[in-house]
Each structure stands twice: as C-alpha cells, then as structure tokens.
Nanobody
Framework: QVQLVESGGGLVQAGGSLKLSCAASGRTFSSYAMGWFRQAPGKEREFVAFINWSGGSTYYAGSVKARFTISRDNARNTVYLQMSSLKPEDTAVYYC?????????????????WGQGTQVTVSS
C-alpha cells in the first residue's frame, strides 16, 4: 500500500507560482506511476499531469501545458507539481495519485491510491 500526503497549496495572485509536493510512504514508490488531478467546486475531477516511474516520461493536460511541470525524486519518495503563470481558473483542490499499472493516464479510475488533496486558490 501507498499513502500519499500533498502539501504546498495556498492563496496566490494571478500570474504567480506555487510548488505542490506529494510525499509517499512505502518502499515501492519508485514502481508507481504518479499523476496530479484537480477538482473545482461543482466540477468533476480532471487530469492535470502524469509522470512515469522513472521520471523519463511526462504528459500534461492542454490547459496547463507549458505552465506546469511535474517531477519526482524517488530517493525522497516525493512527486512535485511546479505551477507558474497561475490563472483564476486553476483554483481547485489538487490531488496526487499513484498507479502500479497505468493504462489511461488521464482516467482517475486507473489510479490505485489518492492523497487527501491541497487547496490552491488563485485570485484575480
């Protein structure tokens, strides 16, 4: 099993930056593909970014590409989401998720473990 804990959320002005972290428990973190998702009030959870087990492959939602960067440090059991040029529409609860056998990186149902989420609020 993997337990995930997100941190780094907060309130930021439009155009600003935030870096989210997701710390994982367990000795097998490096065997998991990781994703970031977000959910705004009244909306479905949506895919944000994906990184494979080694960090050699990443994929982004079109709405965040070129503004967000996902990375991981397997020695620290942590995955990161660097967010820049933030917009009010980026406001949401951000979740990290882990998958051992990912088939569709954008589908929440393909992830096995989830964190509790961290709130990101972007003011205009």
């Amino acid at each position: 099993q993997v337990q995930l804990v997100e941190s780094g959320g907060g309130l930021v002005q439009a155009g600003g930056s935030l870096k989210l972290s997701c710390a994982a428990s367990g000795r097998t973190f490096s065997s998991y593909a990781m994703g970031w998702f977000r959910q705004a009030p009244g909306k479905e959870r949506e895919f944000v970014a994906f990184i494979n087990w080694s960090g050699g492959s990443t994929y982004y939602a079109g709405s965040v590409k070129a503004r967000f960067t996902i990375s991981r440090d397997n020695a620290r059991n942590t995955v990161y989401l660097q967010m820049s040029s933030l917009k009010p529409e980026d406001t949401a609860v951000y979740y990290c998720a882990a998958s051992q056998r990912i088939t569709d990186v954008q589908a929440p149902s393909r992830y096995d473990y989830w964190g509790q989420g961290t709130q990101v609020t972007v003011s205009s």
